[in-house]
């Protein structure tokens, strides 16, 4: 086996022969996977994480399920196991009280130490070669992160060409942009719908393994962050400013990271959305209408936006060139 994925020959190494495995390289990743009362599905989205080699990954699980954690299910502790035994450190934690999605999602933050972190739902199934690739955009674009939209595959035969009107992908790098609701840009939320990316990936010349990077006003469920880039845009701490039941609380920390880093999804996916009932049936509050975006994150933050080089970056307003000079000002 090669990559950083330890194979079954060596899982029992240590136990019987008494041989030590080679100290495993530091993540490059940590994959942070909060979930609630669905064992069954944390299964799966840790099943496809034990097929992913390169890069090295740690992964942290928080449980706020109302019984048992969804790690104690059998199926799940096995792929837990796995994980392991492959040479992943794996730590699970249960978090309590609720005090909604954007705190579950600070909390986790706030135990990552990798360069990088992977939001990772707990309803995804990852394509093996799903993170490398992702890792390989985020580290080739030097952008704030990548995301890998959720594909329903239920929807295969079900080709929506007017919800991919907007698909458009990133020439000459990716740039900062500020996106804001129902302005340009905003409309390209209907190419995550139902299957719309893996037939977006059937027109595209690609071979198996390439990647091209799209334009995005947000991607839920799996996003690679620069973990430096998503600490200084503030993270998720806004969570304070919301009530328990919301949602959105990914769109708004990807629209500040956006503004600061830029953002973009790429294609092919190799996400899957298990197309399981959602855990949070109340959606009436967005934090992108509640939480203030353009109230400064920092003491630190700079006027103007810079990239992963340390270079300042002009904003580009979704549907204008950078720099021009209607150009909002990012606040």
């Not at 699970?92 to 986790?108: C, N, Y």
């Not at 490398?132 to 955009?137: E, P």
């Not at 393994?209 to 998720?236: H, S």
């Not at 298990?274 to 933050?301: I, W």
């Amino acid at each position: 086996m090669s990559g950083s994925r330890l194979w079954s020959g060596a899982w029992a190494a240590s136990a019987v022969l008494g041989e030590r495995t080679a100290t495993p390289a530091p993540p490059a990743v940590d994959v942070l996977v909060p979930t609630a009362d669905r064992p069954a599905e944390l299964a799966v989205t840790l099943a496809g994480l034990a097929a992913q080699d390169d890069p090295p990954f740690s992964v942290v699980i928080s449980d706020q399920s109302t019984g048992d954690p969804d790690w104690t299910a059998p199926a799940a502790q096995a792929m837990v196991r796995v994980l392991r035994a492959q040479g992943r450190a794996v730590s699970t934690h249960v978090h309590h009280p609720r005090r909604g999605l954007a705190e579950h999602r600070q909390s986790l933050l706030e135990q990552a130490t990798a360069p990088a972190v992977l939001f990772l739902d707990d309803d995804v199934w990852l394509e093996p070669g799903t993170l490398a690739r992702m890792h390989d955009a985020l580290e080739r674009l030097g952008c704030g992160f990548v995301g890998s939209a959720v594909q329903g595959l239920s929807y295969l035969d079900d080709v929506r060409p007017h919800e991919r009107v907007a698909f458009e992908l990133w020439e000459g790098g990716v740039q900062p942009e500020r996106i804001r609701r129902g302005a340009p840009g905003f409309e390209r939320w209907s190419l995550h719908n139902a299957a719309n990316l893996a037939h977006e990936a059937a027109t595209l010349d690609l071979e198996p393994g390439d990647w091209a990077a799209y334009r995005v006003a947000w991607v839920g469920g799996c996003a690679l962050y620069r973990r430096e880039a998503l600490l200084e845009a503030g993270g998720f701490a806004f969570w304070g400013e919301l009530p328990a039941e919301h949602a959105g609380e990914d769109v708004a920390a990807q629209w500040r990271v956006m503004e600061r880093r830029g953002g973009a999804g790429i294609v092919p996916s190799g996400a899957v959305h298990l197309e399981a009932p959602t855990t949070v049936p109340r959606r009436d509050v967005e934090a992108t209408d509640v939480v203030d975006l353009d109230r400064p994150v920092g003491p630190d933050r700079p006027d103007q936006p810079v990239g992963a080089d340390g270079v300042p970056r002009p904003v580009e307003v979704a549907g204008r060139p950078a720099g021009r000079p209607d150009r909002p000002t990012p606040r």
